[in-house]
């Protein structure tokens, strides 16, 4: 069983690109990432921003996705 949060892990799948490419994109370690995917709650707006420009996803369904996290 994975403990990172599933809703963001299937979000971030959809660009096609690893998770340690997305994270050496936006400037977060492997490690610093994986705590982002068990608690999107962690994700600052300039993170959320990054990230949408990385995965070419809306940062606003990033958003949403770390916003409906619940620990």
């Known amino acids: 069983?994975?403990?990172?949060?599933?809703p963001l892990d299937d979000l971030l799948g959809e660009s096609g690109m690893?998770?340690?490419t997305i994270s050496e994109r936006i400037g977060l370690t492997s490690n610093a990432?994986?705590?982002?995917?068990v608690?999107?709650?962690k994700l600052t707006l300039e993170k959320i921003q990054?990230?949408?420009s990385v995965t070419?996803?809306?940062?606003?369904r990033i958003y949403q996705?770390?916003?409906?996290?619940?620990?």
């Open 33 to 37: 990432f994986y705590r982002v995917r």
């Open 39 to 41: 608690n999107p709650r």
């Open 56 to 60: 070419g996803i809306d940062p606003d």
């Open 50 to 52: 990054r990230l949408g």
């Open 18 to 20: 690893k998770f340690t």
């Open 1 to 6: 069983m994975s403990k990172t949060y599933k």
């Open 65 to 71: 996705v770390s916003k409906n996290f619940t620990e």
